[in-house]
Nanobody
């Protein structure tokens, strides 16, 4: 089991930037595919970005060109750099880890991002 702790959420104005970070507690971080998901009020949780154990990335169309996911296997962290934020980016953002071999998924507790003037 992986324990995930997100940080970096907050209130930001439209057009602003924010960086989320997720710290993982696990013996071998590099074998996990990592992702960021978000859930807005009244909506289903949706994928934002993923980065595989090999470093390949994929993004939701709504955030392409604005968000960047990265990982540091030595520090056991995965970050989400968010730029040109829009009010529709407002949501609780969750960190996700999927074991490369067993496909077991673990989630963080979430961090609130609010984009508003």
């Amino acid at each position: 089991q992986v324990q995930l702790v997100e940080s970096g959420g907050g209130l930001v104005q439209p057009g602003g930037s924010l960086r989320l970070s997720c710290a993982a507690t696990t013996s071998i971080f590099s074998i996990y595919h990592m992702g960021w998901y978000r859930q807005a009020p009244g909506k289903q949780r949706e994928l934002v970005a993923v980065i595989t154990s090999g470093g390949s990335t994929n993004y939701a169309d709504s955030v392409k060109g604005r968000f960047t996911i990265s990982r540091d296997n030595a520090k056991k962290t995965v970050d989400l750099q968010m730029s040109s934020l829009k009010p529709e980016d407002t949501a609780v953002y969750y960190c996700n880890a999927v074991h490369q071999f067993s496909s077991r998924a673990d989630w963080g507790q979430g961090t609130q991002v609010t984009v508003s003037s």
